[in-house]
């Protein structure tokens, strides 16, 4: 057992996910006993993708979107009612993060922290700009600049101080390319402690354009939160659509024996699937991972029993986060590489 502040936490306690690989390190070196030993500490979004996920300390209460009165926007706690805020690998996925930092922000207790870790653009993504290649959520990249420039943006001047901005490199593998997904430690971690704004303010005239430049940026997080809305329930539908096409395909095949599918089958262009092939091969290379899906589908309905169709296919849904799909297409590329 390991003391934060009055409580007991084993060192074994169960974390999953990229707060579970530093874990122990924070545990004994005082980063838990410096910024969590409050009273009310929270854990924002604690569950990730995982089922059986606690908290990141036993004293910690986990608050994700099951949490009653809990929207995925703002805490269902009064004002200054908390110690620390903890949210790890969260922030990336919210499209409006200013409205986010302050909801923390107003939760806290004056003296309270914020403890903030998110992916790295340079360990984690290993590219220069969106999509992500290993999680289509993701709504920015992070630098320690751009992450603090977010809480600068979010936050009043003279509400909070930084207290902590590191790189988390810990067991890094720095050999591994932008091709596969790295392991060790990938992360910036950022603390941030409210304090009692003084009774001054800054000196000289705001910027002119300053408040039109925050009510615009407001505007635009709002427009984008909705655009994502709209994206989800998009690919939703899209996901359904994969999986009923791939479903067809093989019925296809089996229908092309008639001689009216035949006769179907030589109207179309002789150079449809290569055609969709080479698109979809160009759509990979640049990661649009949809795109290249639609076509190697198109591909695959001209040419159903193509095993390398189908592996690629898997590969691209793998990569655009639609495992199910993904399971299927290979699926059928063993079973086609079997016969």
Not at 17 to 33: M, Q
Not at 42 to 69: C, K, M, Q, T
Not at 238 to 252: D, K, S, Y
Request: proline residues 6%.
């Amino acid at each position: 057992m390991a003391k934060v502040g009055r409580y007991e936490v084993p060192e074994d306690w169960p974390v999953k996910g990229e707060a579970g690989r530093s874990f122990t390190d924070k545990l004994k070196n005082g980063f838990f006993s410096t910024y969590m030993a409050g009273e009310v500490t929270i854990d924002v979004g604690y569950r990730g993708s995982f089922e059986n996920a606690v908290p990141i300390l036993p004293h910690a209460i986990g608050v994700d979107l099951d949490y009653p009165d809990y929207d995925g926007k703002k805490l269902p706690f009064p004002d200054e009612s908390i110690d620390t805020v903890y949210s790890s690998h969260m922030l990336e996925h919210v499209a409006d993060f200013r409205a986010t930092i302050r909801d923390w922000h107003r939760v806290l207790k004056s003296g309270g922290f914020i403890v903030c870790v998110v992916p790295h653009q340079f360990l984690y993504e290993k590219r220069h700009r969106l999509p992500s290649s290993w999680n289509a959520d993701h709504k920015r990249f992070y630098t320690p600049a751009s992450l603090l420039c977010e809480f600068e943006n979010s936050l009043r001047p003279n509400t909070y101080r930084i207290r902590h901005l590191l790189d988390n490199d810990e067991k890094y593998t720095y050999e591994i390319g932008p091709e596969i997904h790295s392991g060790g430690g990938y992360e910036i971690e950022i603390v941030v402690q409210k304090i009692d704004p003084p009774a001054w303010d800054l000196a000289g005239p705001r910027d002119p354009f300053q408040d039109d430049l925050e009510r615009a940026r407001d505007e635009i997080s709002c427009l984008t939160a909705e655009r994502d809305a709209l994206t989800r329930e998009s690919a939703r539908w899209f996901n359904a659509a994969i999986l009923a096409t791939a479903e067809q395909v093989p019925r296809l095949a089996n229908q092309h024996r008639t001689r009216r599918l035949r006769s179907l089958a030589r109207l179309c262009r002789v150079g449809r699937s290569v055609i969709a092939a080479r698109i979809a091969d160009r759509a990979h290379s640049k990661r649009e991972w949809e795109r290249a899906a639609r076509f190697y589908l198109d591909a695959l309905v001209s040419d159903p029993a193509a095993p390398d169709l189908w592996l690629q296919l898997g590969h691209s849904l793998r990569s655009a986060g639609k495992l199910p799909e993904a399971e299927f297409a290979y699926r059928q590329a063993a079973a086609l590489r079997s016969d």
